[in-house]
C-alpha cells in the first residue's frame, strides 16, 4: 500500500488535548507536520511532572528522533517562536535536528498584532474574542497578497519588504485611531528573525513528497477546532484558517489521495474561548464546576473557557465535513463526580427539531438533551457507564471512539475496543 499522511484535529472549538494526543501517538511517526493556525494555538504535554505548552511547535518534539515540520500553512511570530525554541533547548532539546519551518509560512509582525487588537476595540460588544496574536491581519495579508514569508528571510531587502508592509499597516491603523509605539517590539521582531537562522528550512511540499517516497510515517497536527474553521465554522466568530482535514492538504502541499486515518479529538464535554453561539453552554454552578475540575483556562490568553454538555450534531458535523476516521475521546475524568450527565442529542430551531447543524448557530438555537447515568472514578479503567456513554456517542456519529483519556499525563490514557467499525 502506498504510503498515507494520518491527520489528527480538533472536532469541537479548540483546546480538545490534541497536543497530549500526538505526543502519545508520536512514537509511530517520524515525521509531525503543523500545517494552520499559529500562536494563537496552545497545546499543552504533562509528562514525567513537567507542564509544557506549545504554540507553533509541532507537538512531537519532545519524542527523539522525530522531526517537526511547521508547514506552510501556519503563521508564524518569530518572537513567540524564538521564546518556544529557547524553552525546548533549556529542556535538552536538540531544536536544530528536531524542528524544520516551511519557506510558505506567513511571518506575523508587530503591527498585525496591532491591528487585530484595533480591529476587535473597533467592533466592541459583537468582537470576536481574538487571542490578539495578529492571526487574522496575518491571514488577510497572504490572501491580499502582501504577507512576508519565512522564505523572504533569504533575501537581501528584508528590511525593505518589511518597511513596505508596515507602512501599509500604519495607514490602516491611521483610521482606527492613534499609533501604537512598536519600535521596541520592532526592534524584538528583527533579533528573533536574525536567531531563527538556527532552524532549518525546507519547501514543505518536497520535503514531505521525498518523505513518502522513502515510504517515512507521517502525522499532519491541527490546531483550533472545526467549530472554528473559517469556512464551517460558526462564521464571524472563528479564526481565519481551514482547521479541517482538508487544511492538511492546502497547509502540508499534501495530494488529497494521500491521506490515511483522520483522527479527530474532542472532550467529553464542551468548551468554547472567546465570543461565538454555543447551545449546550452552561450559566450554572454545573458549568463552573466543570471549568474548576477541567482547569478550563486558556493556555495561551488565561481567559476561563466556557463550558457546557457534549454536543452530538455538532460532533457527528465534525466527522462528516472532516472524514474523521476514529475519535478519541479527551477528559473523561473530569465529569467523575458528576451524578448525572447530560448529552445534546439534536436542537429545536423555530419550534422545530433537528439534529442537523444549522448555517448558523444563532443564540436561538435551543439544545435537546438525553439523561446518562454518571460513572463515578476512571482510576481502574473505564467504568460500566463511561463504556455506555462512549457507545452512545459512537451509535449517534457513526466511527469508533479508540482512545480515551482519563487525566492529563501521558500514562493516563486507554486505548479501547472500539463498539463500531467505521
Ligand atoms: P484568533 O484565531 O486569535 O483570531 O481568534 C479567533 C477565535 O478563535 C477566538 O474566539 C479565539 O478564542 C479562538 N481560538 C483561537 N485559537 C484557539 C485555540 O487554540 N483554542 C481555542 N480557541 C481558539
Not at 509531525?32 to 507542564?51: S, V
Not at 474548576?292 to 457534549?310: D, I, K, N, Y
Request: with cysteine; hydrophobic share 35%.
Amino acid at each position: 500500500m502506498r504510503q498515507q499522511v494520518d491527520v489528527l484535529l480538533g472536532a469541537q472549538w479548540g483546546d480538545e488535548g490534541k497536543g497530549k494526543v500526538v505526543d502519545v501517538v508520536a512514537p509511530d511517526y517520524q515525521v509531525i507536520a503543523r500545517f494552520q493556525g499559529g500562536p494563537n494555538a496552545g497545546h499543552t504535554l504533562l509528562f514525567e511532572g513537567r507542564k509544557h505548552v506549545l504554540h507553533t511547535i509541532p507537538s512531537g518534539v519532545f519524542r527523539p528522533g522525530t522531526k517537526n515540520l511547521v508547514g506552510n500553512g501556519v503563521v508564524i511570530d518569530p518572537v513567540i517562536f524564538l521564546r518556544e525554541l529557547k524553552a525546548l533547548e533549556e529542556e535538552g532539546v536538540d531544536t536544530a535536528e528536531a524542528i524544520l519551518l516551511s519557506r510558505r509560512a506567513h511571518l506575523i509582525l508587530p503591527t498585525h498584532r496591532a491591528l487585530d487588537a484595533a480591529s476587535e476595540a473597533e467592533k466592541g460588544k459583537s468582537k470576536i474574542g481574538s487571542t490578539l496574536k495578529g492571526i487574522g491581519p496575518t491571514y488577510m495579508d497572504k490572501t491580499g497578497r502582501n504577507g512576508l514569508r519565512v522564505g523572504d528571510l533569504e533575501r537581501g531587502d528584508l528590511r525593505t519588504l518589511y518597511d513596505g508592509l508596515k507602512r501599509k499597516h500604519e495607514r490602516l491603523l491611521g483610521l482606527y485611531g492613534d499609533l501604537p509605539d512598536l519600535r521596541e517590539a520592532e526592534e524584538e521582531w528583527m533579533d528573533a528573525v536574525r536567531q531563527l537562522e538556527r532552524i532549518p528550512r525546507v519547501d514543505c511540499e518536497h520535503y514531505l513528497d521525498e518523505a513518502l517516497r522513502e515510504g517515512r510515517s507521517i502525522l499532519a497536527e491541527g490546531a483550533q477546532g472545526t467549530l472554528l474553521d473559517i469556512d464551517y465554522g460558526t462564521y464571524p466568530f472563528v479564526t481565519s484558517s481551514n482547521t479541517i482535514s482538508a487544511g492538511a492538504c492546502t497547509g502540508l502541499g499534501i495530494p488529497p489521495t494521500r491521506i490515511g486515518r483522520v483522527i479527530g479529538i474532542f472532550k467529553a464535554y464542551c468548551t468554547r474561548v472567546g465570543s461565538g453561539p454555543f447551545p449546550t453552554e452552561l450559566h450554572d454552578d454545573i458549568g463552573e464546576r466543570m471549568r474548576q475540575a477541567g482547569h478550563e483556562f486558556g493556555s495561551t490568553t488565561g481567559r476561563p473557557r466556557r463550558c457546557g454538555w457534549l454536543d452530538l450534531p455538532a460532533l457527528r458535523f465534525a466527522v462528516m465535513v472532516n472524514g474523521i476516521s476514529e475519535l478519541a475521546m479527551m477528559k473523561a475524568d473530569v465529569l467523575n463526580d458528576f451524578g448525572t450527565i447530560r448529552v445534546c442529542t439534536g436542537y429545536r430551531v423555530n419550534g422545530s427539531l433537528t439534529d442537523r447543524m444549522p448555517y448558523t448557530l444563532t443564540d436561538d438555537v435551543e439544545a435537546v438533551y438525553e439523561d446518562l447515568p454518571g460513572w463515578g472514578d476512571t482510576a481502574a479503567g473505564i467504568p460500566a457507564e463511561l463504556e455506555a456513554y462512549i457507545l452512545r456517542i459512537e451509535n449517534a456519529v457513526g466511527v469508533p471512539v479508540k482512545l480515551v483519556s482519563t487525566g492529563p499525563d501521558r500514562a493516563q490514557t486507554i486505548l479501547r475496543a472500539p463498539g463500531v467499525t467505521a
